[in-house]
């Protein structure tokens, strides 16, 4: 029977790339969207892909704690997994909250796979040697200031919201990576470098991205934006189909795989271990595990 791996996000941009790489290495690929129409449509490429086990699309919103909750009863409720890919990210170019009153970047950007992979770390088990690969980005070097809010203090621009949401996601997986050593569970960052995708030519064009004091720079910004965004989904795919494939990095946990598929230095930050105790405070308090859970 194939090994089974689901991939958030994965009915469009880097994350249908990178369901597409683990459908031709062999894995039976599930993939998460909102989208039912995408839905559909992406499966069927992954088929095309594959090496015979039919693809399969689940309906979820993960900005919605409730609904990861939902699609983490359905995944463990279908048995092992061996790979699970943390792609699902998004930047509002304004402040806004999710169903459960969060602002959105932070829940989507990092509760949502925390909370994800805490849930599915039983089937993971099951699933062993099994990878979770949380995908980063280089906005991880933008946000100063301390993590013990969802929010921080001071006015909304997307790019800092977004880069703090991904700092704590990746804080969090270093720190997940150490916790589960030895488990079977080996966990990864991936950094897709930049590509032309829905978010980047979306939320990405409009100035309310940046501070506001580099609005009025906005045409150089939004250029250098372009230029460092300019790569397939297919290249930026490559870091996370290497970190759940690649028998290099087996006995590796930890490491930061980048879009060329080899490991990166992720920012010292990151591995403050002060900064992985303050997320994990905050995360069991924002999206808490019920004792069955933990
Ligand atoms: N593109 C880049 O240059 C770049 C650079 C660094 C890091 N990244 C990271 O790479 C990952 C993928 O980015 P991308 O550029 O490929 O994004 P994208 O093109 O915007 O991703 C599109 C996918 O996300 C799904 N999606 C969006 N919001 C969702 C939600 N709330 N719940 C469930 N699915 C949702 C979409 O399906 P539906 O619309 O049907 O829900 C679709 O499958 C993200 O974590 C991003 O932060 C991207």
Known sequence: MNRRA????????????????????????????????????????????????????????????????????????????????????????????TPEGIEASFALNHLSPYLLTELLLPALRAGAPSRVVNVTSGSVRIPTGRIDTAERKGSYYGLHAYGRAKLANLAYTLDLARRLKGDGVSVFAADPGGAVTTMTTGTMSSSHVVA?????????????????????????????????????????????????????????????????????????RLAPLTGEDR
Do not use: C, H, K
């Not at 460092?228 to 989904?233: C, E, I, K």
């Open 6 to 97: 689901l991939v958030t996000a994965g009915t469009g941009g880097i994350g249908l790339e990178t369901a597409v790489g683990l459908a031709a290495a062999g894995y039976a690929v599930t993939v998460v969207g909102r989208d039912a129409g995408r839905g559909g449509s992406a499966v069927e490429r992954i088929n095309a892909a594959g090496t015979g086990t039919e693809a399969r699309f689940v309906t979820a919103d993960l900005s919605s704690l409730a609904e990861v909750r939902s699609l983490a009863e359905r995944v463990t409720a279908g048995g092992a997994l061996s790979v699970l890919v943390n792609n699902a990210g998004a930047m509002f170019d304004d402040r806004r909250l």
């Open 212 to 284: 506001p004091w580099l609005r009025p720079f906005w045409p150089l910004v939004r250029t250098a934006f372009r230029r460092t965004t300019s790569g397939t989904p297919a290249q930026a795919a490559r870091s996370s189909v290497a970190a759940a494939t690649d028998p290099a990095l087996a006995g590796r946990p930890g490491l930061v795989v980048g879009p060329d598929g080899l490991p990166l230095s992720p920012p010292r930050r990151a591995t403050d271990p002060r900064l992985a105790e303050a997320v994990r405070t905050l995360s069991r």
